[in-house]
């Protein structure tokens, strides 16, 4: 006999025991889905506020082409239009995360409803 234990063996593992085997899709949480409904409508909101800035922009600078005495209100049209540029990377943090979530939640509900129904 021999003073030598002998060598542990790993825990087995799921999954095939040589090569490679794609993740196993986690599952999609209410949690999930609210962040995806909030990010969706902070991107909508943002959005939207974003189209209202360039249409008063507008205004702004047909207004400062009408008179003279206004032409200050061509430069407040420029800095909302700066303020546009700043924001145009916000409504992107929100928009890309929402759309990619919502898709994965959508995805899943379709996987769920045909697994289901048979189909």
């Not at 599952?27 to 249409?55: E, K, N, P, S």
């Not at 049209?77 to 979530?101: E, K, N, R």
Request: with cysteine; aromatic share 10%; net charge positive.
């Amino acid at each position: 006999m021999s003073d030598q234990r002998p060598a542990q063996q790993p825990a087995p593992r799921p999954g095939p025991r040589w090569g490679h085997a794609p993740p196993e899709d986690p599952q999609i949480t209410d949690a999930y889905r609210r962040r995806a409904v909030v990010l969706t409508r902070l991107a909508l909101v943002v959005g939207g506020c974003m189209a209202v800035a360039f249409a008063i922009s507008v205004a702004f600078l047909f207004l400062a082409d009408s008179d003279s005495r206004k032409s200050g209100y061509g430069y407040l049209a420029i800095f909302i239009w700066f303020g546009l540029a700043v924001v145009a990377p916000v409504l992107l943090a929100f928009a890309v995360p929402a759309s990619v979530m919502t898709r994965r939640v959508r995805q899943q509900d379709q996987a769920r409803n045909m697994s289901r129904w048979g189909g």
